[in-house]
């Protein structure tokens, strides 16, 4: 759906933000400024920036003005600040944090799945690995249903905190699952662990299937390594997920 003037200008602004053209502690320009360069009322930019204020990115105070925040002050689980941030590029920090946040989360969850997935969870981590599988073996989209097989591990759960907290990474999980799939035979050694994980889970073993996921996500942290030190340029979000052929075909040689 097409965004409206207030969301539109909430887009330009906060990407501009994320994108450093507005300096931490700088002040925005004056109101006057931004509309003419905005085309856009007073009114709009007014609320959108009270919305940017809202996920963190500006302070606004008497005799300060409107003052770009810290990154570190930014609601990085909001769905507009983690388009921006791939927007303007992810930097090692940024995967470095998501991997952090994998390692402590996913174990906790995939744990908790093992107890409590009901048979519906099981068939969508089923259905999700047999894409994998068709991809790995014809060729195809990998990414989607890697990212589908995950999410699904903490839909089944059943806590709504990590559920909320699953639909906010979405996008972020994406382009790491590019990024470590772009190895020469990610994908087909990576396919059996994640059978490792599913078949815990299924068979209610939970620190079976906690040690299966932090395996893969050692497994996954060891391939961005490998493929951010070759300097590659990262996946585009608002692209689709390169086919898993085309992945092999733009791998960097071990």
Same mark, same amino acid.
């Given at each position: /759906?097409?965004?409206? +003037?207030?969301?539109?200008?909430?887009?330009?602004?906060?990407?501009?933000?994320? =994108?450093?053209?507005?300096? %931490?502690?700088?002040?925005?320009?004056?109101?006057?400024?931004?509309?003419?360069?905005?085309? %856009?009322?007073r009114t709009v930019v007014r609320e959108a920036v009270k919305s940017l204020i809202a996920k963190g990115l500006l302070v606004t105070g008497p005799k300060v003005g409107t003052r770009?925040?810290?990154?570190? #002050?930014?609601?990085?689980?909001?769905?507009? +600040?983690?388009?921006?941030?791939?927007?303007?590029?992810?930097?090692?920090?940024?995967?470095?944090?998501?991997?952090?946040?994998?390692? /402590?989360?996913?174990?906790?969850? +995939? $744990?908790?799945?093992?107890?409590?997935? &009901? =048979?519906?969870?099981?068939?969508?981590?089923?259905?999700?690995?047999?894409? /994998?599988? #068709?991809?790995? !073996?014809?060729?195809?989209?990998?990414?989607?249903?890697?990212? *589908?097989?995950?999410?699904?591990?903490?839909?089944?759960?059943?806590? *709504?905190?990590?559920?909320?907290?699953?639909?906010?990474?979405?996008?972020?999980?994406? &382009?790491?699952?590019?990024?470590? &799939?772009? $190895?020469?035979?990610?994908?087909?050694?990576?396919?059996?662990?994640?059978?490792?994980?599913?078949?815990?889970?299924?068979? *209610?073993?939970?620190?079976?299937?906690? *040690?299966?996921?932090?395996?893969?996500?050692?497994?996954?942290?060891? !391939?961005?390594?490998? %493929?951010?030190? &070759?300097?590659?340029?990262?996946?585009?979000?608002?692209?689709?997920?390169?086919?898993?052929?085309?992945? $092999?075909?733009?791998? %960097?040689?071990?």
């Amino acid at each position: /759906m097409a965004k409206n +003037v207030h969301g539109n200008t909430v887009d330009l602004l906060g990407a501009a933000i994320v =994108a450093g053209r507005y300096p %931490v502690g700088a002040s925005l320009p004056p109101e006057p400024l931004l509309c003419a360069e905005l085309g %856009v009322s007073r009114t709009v930019v007014r609320e959108a920036v009270k919305s940017l204020i809202a996920k963190g990115l500006l302070v606004t105070g008497p005799k300060v003005g409107t003052r770009v925040l810290p990154e570190e #002050q930014w609601n990085c689980f909001d769905a507009d +600040v983690v388009a921006w941030q791939l927007k303007a590029g992810l930097t090692r920090e940024y995967l470095r944090d998501l991997q952090e946040l994998r390692r /402590m989360v996913e174990p906790a969850a +995939v $744990r908790l799945a093992a107890e409590r997935a &009901t =048979a519906h969870d099981i068939q969508e981590i089923e259905l999700a690995y047999a894409g /994998m599988k #068709q991809a790995v !073996d014809h060729g195809g989209d990998y990414v989607s249903h890697d990212l *589908r097989f995950h999410q699904g591990l903490l839909r089944a759960c059943h806590n *709504r905190m990590v559920i909320e907290m699953s639909k906010a990474l979405g996008a972020l999980l994406r &382009t790491s699952f590019e990024i470590s &799939t772009s $190895r020469p035979h990610g994908p087909a050694s990576s396919l059996p662990l994640h059978r490792a994980v599913l078949d815990a889970v299924i068979a *209610r073993a939970p620190q079976k299937a906690e *040690r299966a996921i932090l395996v893969l996500i050692d497994g996954a942290n060891d !391939d961005i390594e490998s %493929v951010l030190a &070759t300097r590659r340029k990262l996946p585009v979000l608002s692209q689709p997920a390169l086919p898993l052929k085309a992945l $092999r075909k733009l791998a %960097v040689p071990r």
